[in-house]
C-alpha cells in the first residue's frame, strides 16, 4: 500500500521524488491495462499528478528526463481521465480595436489533443467587479493548427481593463485564465529627469512633450 502526498492542493506525489512518482503512476496503468480493470484514478488525481510532473519538465538528468516522458505519456493515453493543457497564446494582452483571444489546446507533451474537442465556449468577467461581458463565447478551431482556437470579441465591444475567461472544453474540460484589453491614452504634458544616483543632487526636469 502507498499514499501520494498532497503538495499545496493543486499537486500529487508519492515519497521519493519524481522517479519514484513516475515509477507508480507508470506501474499502475499497466497492471490495470492487463487485467482490464478500470483506471484506479479518477479525473482530479490524474490532473494532480500530471501538475506535479510539468512542475519538474526542467529535470537536468537524463535518467530523469526519460522517466519524465515516460508519465506524461502514460496519463496522455488514460482514456476519459486523460488530462489537457488549456493555455493562453501570446502574453494576453488585446488590441480595443481588434479582440481576439487565441488559447491552444493540446495534451501534456504539447501534441493536438484526440479527439479533437468539438465544442469549445468561454464565459467572460470583467475581473474588478465580475460583471459579466459574455455568457458564452465560441471558440472556433483554426484551419492552419488544430491546436489553436479563436475567439473574436470585437461584438461584444470590451473596454479597457484586466477580464477572466472561464473556458470550457466539451462540458469535460475547465480552465481560467486572466487576460487585459488595452486602451489609448492622450499625453498632455511629459517630463523626464534625469539625477545621479549617488549623490542627492536636485533632479533636473526636461519637458517632452
Not at 87 to 106: K, T
Not at 129 to 134: G, Y
Not at 156 to 176: C, H, M, S, W
Not at 194 to 204: G, Q
Request: proline fraction near 5%.
Amino acid at each position: 500500500i502507498v499514499q501520494a502526498d498532497e503538495v499545496d492542493g493543486k499537486m500529487l506525489q508519492f515519497e521519493g521524488g519524481l522517479s519514484i512518482t513516475a515509477l507508480v503512476v507508470n506501474g499502475i496503468f499497466r497492471v490495470t491495462n492487463i487485467f482490464k480493470k478500470p483506471t484506479p484514478l479518477d479525473s482530479e488525481q490524474a490532473v494532480k499528478f500530471a501538475t506535479y510532473f510539468l512542475n519538474r519538465r526542467s529535470v537536468q538528468s537524463a535518467k530523469g528526463a526519460h522517466v519524465l516522458i515516460e508519465a506524461l505519456k502514460t496519463l496522455s493515453a488514460t482514456g476519459p481521465s486523460t488530462p489537457i493543457c488549456i493555455q493562453m497564446i501570446g502574453n494576453g494582452q488585446l488590441q480595443a480595436d481588434d479582440p481576439i483571444l487565441n488559447v491552444g489546446v493540446v495534451d501534456l507533451l504539447g501534441n493536438p489533443v484526440i479527439p479533437t474537442p468539438q465544442n469549445l465556449y468561454g464565459k467572460i468577467l470583467l475581473k474588478k467587479d465580475n460583471s459579466v461581458l459574455a455568457e458564452k463565447v465560441q471558440f472556433i478551431p483554426k484551419s492552419s493548427d488544430k491546436t489553436v482556437y479563436a475567439a473574436q470579441l470585437s461584438s461584444y465591444k470590451p473596454t479597457r481593463g484586466i477580464y477572466l475567461v472561464e473556458i470550457n472544453a466539451d462540458n469535460t474540460f475547465t480552465q481560467n485564465m486572466l487576460f487585459k484589453v488595452l486602451g489609448r491614452v492622450k499625453v498632455h504634458s511629459l517630463e523626464i529627469g534625469v539625477a545621479e544616483s549617488d549623490t542627492s543632487s536636485s533632479i533636473k526636469k526636461q519637458s517632452i512633450a
